[in-house]
T-cell receptor, first 108, second 114 residues
Framework: QKEVEQNSGPLSVPEGAIASLNCTYS??????FFWYRQYSGKSPELIMS????GDKEDGRFTAQLNKASQYVSLLIRDSQPSDSATYLC????????FGKGTRLHILP | SAVISQKPSRDICQRGTSLTIQCQVD?????MFWYRQQPGQSLTLIAT?????????ESGFVIDKFPISRPNLTFSTLTVSNMSPEDSSIYLC???????????FGQGTRLTVV
């Protein structure tokens, strides 16, 4: 059974600080990794994809991938109250498998 | 990225009835999928909608309960049949355009069965 594990949270972070979200996955053959943001009552929205080891930056977001450790993370710099949402880690092998998500709460 | 329109956005249905959810993509896509998301839970893949052939269902989901159509590369439907309160959930359509690409989602259908 292929699994994607995330801490469910809630993770509370002060406004302006760095939020760090973590994810581990079980299938060593996974090739593509994604972070989705989901606001309450809304559908998931893709915010980052990463395919190779290392860091990938896009604005305030940085995705980090370590395939040897089977670990993916998402850093959000200068956290804003609008970043409060559930963040879903997703991993693709032959299909995309989603983690249960981490609830992030940015404290004003 | 593809724009995916899903309807209805929400519905309240009587038990024992069926509801068909429609998903329209604004461009041709390789893959279309149907997910279920129960309150406070993550997304569970129901099936892959295959163009021109029967859908591929995940463990725990069967065609008699969740018949799926995909007549072309931009459109799919999911029917939730003989509904019970346990089917109350959000149903999401997603599309991918090729291997190793990301998935995009419709806005979802919030179904309540009473």
């Amino acid at each position: 059974q292929k699994e994607v594990e995330q801490n469910s949270g809630p993770l509370s972070v002060p406004e302006g600080a760095i939020a760090s979200l973590n994810c581990t996955y079980s299938d060593r053959g996974s090739q593509s990794f994604f972070w989705y943001r989901q606001y309450s009552g809304k559908s998931p929205e893709l915010i980052m994809s990463i395919y190779s080891n290392g860091d990938k930056e896009d604005g305030r977001f940085t995705a980090q991938l370590n395939k040897a450790s089977q670990y993916v993370s998402l850093l959000i710099r200068d956290s804003q109250p609008s970043d409060s949402a559930t963040y879903l880690c997703a991993v693709r092998d032959d299909k995309i498998i989603f983690g249960k998500g981490t609830r992030l709460h940015i404290l004003p | 990225s593809a724009v995916i329109s899903q309807k209805p956005s929400r519905d309240i249905c009587q038990r024992g009835t069926s509801l068909t959810i429609q998903c329209q993509v604004d461009s041709q896509v390789t893959m279309m999928f149907w997910y279920r998301q129960q309150p406070g839970q993550s997304l569970t893949l129901i099936a892959t909608a295959n163009q021109g052939s029967e859908a591929t269902y995940e463990s725990g989901f069967v065609i008699d309960k969740f018949p799926i159509s995909r007549p072309n590369l931009t459109f799919s439907t999911l029917t939730v049949s003989n509904m019970s309160p346990e089917d109350s959930s959000i149903y999401l359509c997603s599309a991918e355009d090729g291997a190793n690409t990301e998935a995009f989602f419709g806005q979802g259908t919030r179904l309540t069965v009473v």
